[in-house]
């Protein structure tokens, strides 16, 4: 992999890897694992108000009526 950077970033870079201990391509390569790590984490989790999933999981627990599970439940498995 390769990256373009500003003239004033390698040194900001370096001073960062320096401080973390790290050599620049360690620090580099630790920092893109953990912000993808953020943004794959963003992009498939769906968080919603606590209010809101409790009354999910309430409108989860109403059973309505399943006609034609009820009649496959009497027939039991043909197959």
Known sequence: MEAR?????PVRIE???SAAGE?????????AVRL???VIAE??????PADY?????????VAGPAPQLTEAAKRGNRT
């Open 5 to 9: 950077v500003s003239p004033d970033e």
């Open 15 to 17: 001073r960062a890897a």
């Open 23 to 31: 050599s620049v391509s360690a620090f580099l390569v630790g920092a």
């Open 36 to 38: 993808s790590g953020e």
């Open 43 to 48: 992009a498939t989790t769906t968080t919603v």
């Open 53 to 61: 999933f409790d009354e999910l999981l309430a409108a989860l627990d």
